[in-house]
């Protein structure tokens, strides 16, 4: 199973909105709506920010949103922060044989 | 609180085998599942596997088949992760968490990784 595909790096200005892409199949993103993201600082472990698409977890702001079009999923973040820098994972379910696989991550900077 | 609270760094020797622990603590184990997620150094994350609290069904990664085995022991509400023959691009931080997929009425659900342990560093070196 090969791992979706996202950007490598992505900026925006604090205030500013940006989106990450996460492009897949019709075997995982294109046929089920169970995309998750994640985001980690360096040497910390990832933190769960969208999952079933567009579900925020209790906790996370409501300036994280995900949507889904096809076979590619993304995760939006408005109003950027400076401690939104960090790298960022989607996730997808791809069926039952494989279940699970991640994305290469996309690191954001907040310039 | 709901915490997941990982076993200690090892190192160990190509072909030889590590074992790592993950203790639940906080919630009703058996209720979800726990997947096992790696990250090699500089790397991006990785799913290994992920096996049901409730039942001990698994489902590993096509890659690691045959060399990772995933189990746990209710009675102290801990998961282990075991890899054999090791090798040297296995030297990675491997993360557990808490997570649950399932089939319902309205198709299937998965709640994300919504827990995470500390990790673990396995350094495989000779």
């Known amino acids: 199973q090969s791992a979706l595909t996202q950007p490598a790096s992505v900026s925006g200005s604090p205030g500013q909105s940006i989106t990450i892409s996460c492009t897949g199949t019709?075997?995982?993103?294109?046929?089920?709506?169970?995309v998750s993201w994640y985001q980690q600082h360096p040497g910390k472990a990832p933190k769960l920010m969208i999952y079933?698409?567009?579900k925020r977890p209790s906790g996370v702001s409501n300036r994280f949103s995900g949507s889904k079009s096809g076979n590619t999923a993304s995760l939006t973040i408005s109003g950027l922060q400076a401690e939104d820098e960090a790298d960022y994972y989607c996730c997808s379910y791809a069926g039952s044989s494989t279940s699970l696989v991640f994305g290469g991550g996309t690191k954001l900077t907040v310039l | 609180q709901v915490q997941l609270v990982q076993s200690g760094a090892e190192v160990k020797k190509p072909g030889a085998s590590v074992k790592v622990s993950c203790k639940a603590s906080?919630?009703?184990?058996?209720?979800?599942?726990i997947s096992w997620v790696r990250q090699a150094p500089g790397q991006g994350l990785e799913w290994m596997g992920w096996?049901?609290?409730?039942?001990?069904?698994?489902n590993y990664a096509q890659k690691l088949q045959g060399r990772v085995t995933m189990t746990t022991d209710t009675s102290t509400s801990t998961a282990y992760m075991e890899l054999r023959s090791l090798r040297s691009d296995d030297t990675a931080v491997y993360y557990c968490?808490?997570?649950?997929?399932?089939?319902?009425?309205?198709?299937?659900?998965?709640?994300?990784?919504?827990?995470w342990g500390q990790g673990t560093t396995v350094t495989v070196s000779s």
């Open positions: 096996i049901s609290a409730y039942n001990g069904n698994t």
């Open positions: 968490a808490r997570d649950r997929l399932g089939l319902g009425s309205g198709g299937y659900y998965y709640y994300g990784m919504d827990v």
């Open positions: 019709s075997s995982d993103v294109g046929s089920y709506n169970l």
């Open positions: 079933e698409v567009s």
């Open positions: 906080g919630y009703t184990f058996t209720s979800y599942g």
